[in-house]
């Protein structure tokens, strides 16, 4: 079972506490793994809003299956840096260079990959989706074991920093860009991807799959007491905001394998989602704990998601008849007036020559192909033209009180 602190279980789990409002200090919960997994009933409340500190393959069997709306996973690189980098200026640049970035072959890293995958997609709801974030040195190689593990790959998205390192030895490209795919558990599942939201976060236009954001600097880095860097990967919660944004609602869970110092769940926490953390390196884990107690969680209106049209229930025209919105006999008229067409009793209307749908007849008198009869046609009500849009609208806002 997993051990804590309210259940006075195991003195090496710290616990922090679950969801809303602000965190206090200490509040959070991280539990330290014993490696006896945990029964796959068992309910998934108490690991929310965690950081579990272990391997993530002794952590993830912890999680039960089908429990978990998004994954996020930062996987290591296994970058392969051998000797010393130095500026032109002959300071050291400090790269990747952890334990937990190492592995003896290509076949252990696939090894490694394809275990952590498979654990992921058997927490991974049916309708749920996984985004993995990687350089040059490992993304094909995820890329492939996503495939094969049954994945569907939906996106690759090109982060592409504004300030990305150079190349300081002159014999490559700079590398200014880092790769995230994010896939659906299955060729089947019906992802989560809030369009309109996107829409709505890039001033209107679709946003497309590159994404120009700064690395992490600033404020925002998490620095120890003597100034250095705490890790050396932490990614920007610009990042983590879009990824969050685009593809999970307020109240799922989003589960981080990798979690570092807890970007996944610091953005997580403020937008509203609940959110579980794997950690291997207990240093890590407490500077993620201390980041995440300090968030607030936004809460109603400020997470609501942007829904577009076609998430609003379909209404046909002959329900304004039903509902005595409109009446059979009655007349529709074109904005300028000229036109008229008579409203037959099941929902079509009759011009001159011509009978159809509402959207028929609205291009017909136009002389065009299409049109939208929604906002095309008006009713006369109290000497003024309305549109039937408003009609339509007043019915779905019935709809929407009776659901
Ligand atoms: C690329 S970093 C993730 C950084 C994170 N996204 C952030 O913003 O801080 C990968 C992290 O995975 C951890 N890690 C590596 N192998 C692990 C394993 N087998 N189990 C759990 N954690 C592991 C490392 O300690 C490291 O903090």
Not at 157 to 167: A, D, L, Q, S
Not at 286 to 309: M, P, S, Y
Request: charged share 25%.
């Amino acid at each position: 079972m997993l051990a804590d602190c309210d259940s006075q279980a195991s003195p090496r789990t710290l616990i922090l506490s679950p969801h809303d409002g602000p965190l206090a200090a200490g509040s959070l919960r991280i539990s330290v793994g014993n490696g006896m997994g945990v029964e796959s009933k068992q309910d998934i409340k108490p690991l929310l809003n965690t950081v579990l500190v272990g391997d993530c393959m002794t952590e993830l069997r912890k999680i039960p299956s089908r429990s978990v709306d998004l994954v996020f996973a930062d996987p290591p690189y296994n970058l392969q840096l051998s000797g010393k980098l130095s500026r032109p200026d002959q300071s050291r640049v400090h790269g990747v260079t952890d334990a937990w970035d190492r592995f003896d072959s290509f076949a252990a890293y696939d090894e490694f990959t394809r275990a952590w995958l498979s654990e992921c997609r058997r927490v991974l709801k049916d309708d749920g989706a996984l985004w993995v974030i990687g350089s040059y040195h490992n993304i094909f190689r995820v890329g492939t074991a996503l495939q094969d593990l049954g994945f569907w790959i939906l996106n690759d998205v090109i982060w592409r920093k504004t300030n990305p390192m150079p190349n300081f030895r002159g014999r490559r490209f700079t590398n200014a860009h880092e790769t995230l795919i994010w896939a659906a558990r299955g060729e089947k599942s019906r992802y989560r991807f809030n369009y309109d939201a996107m829409k709505a976060l890039n001033d209107d236009l679709q946003m497309r799959s590159d994404w120009l954001l700064p690395i992490c600097s600033g404020s925002e880095r998490l620095k120890g007491e003597d100034g250095a860097k705490i890790h050396p990967t932490q990614k920007p919660e610009s990042l983590l905001h879009r990824v969050i944004l685009a593809s999970s609602a307020p109240g799922d869970v989003i589960l981080d394998p990798f979690f570092g110092t807890g970007t996944t769940g610091a953005v997580a926490r403020r937008l509203g989602r609940d959110f579980i953390g794997i950690e291997r390196d207990p240093a890590y884990a407490e500077a993620a704990r201390r980041r995440i107690g300090k968030v607030r969680r936004l809460q109603g209106d400020a997470i609501q998601v942007t829904r577009g049209k076609r998430a609003l229930p379909r209404v046909p025209f002959g329900a304004l008849l039903e509902r005595g919105l409109l009446k059979p006999g009655g007349k529709l008229y074109d904005p300028s007036g000229q036109h008229a067409a008579r409203i037959r009793a099941d929902g079509s209307l009759v011009c001159k020559d011509a009978t159809g749908s509402i959207h028929k007849i609205g291009a017909h008198v136009q002389g065009l192909d299409a049109c939208n009869g929604w906002t095309f046609w008006r009713v006369r009500k109290g000497g003024k033209l309305i549109p039937i849009d408003l009609l339509r609208q007043q019915v779905r806002a019935e709809m929407k009180e009776l659901a």
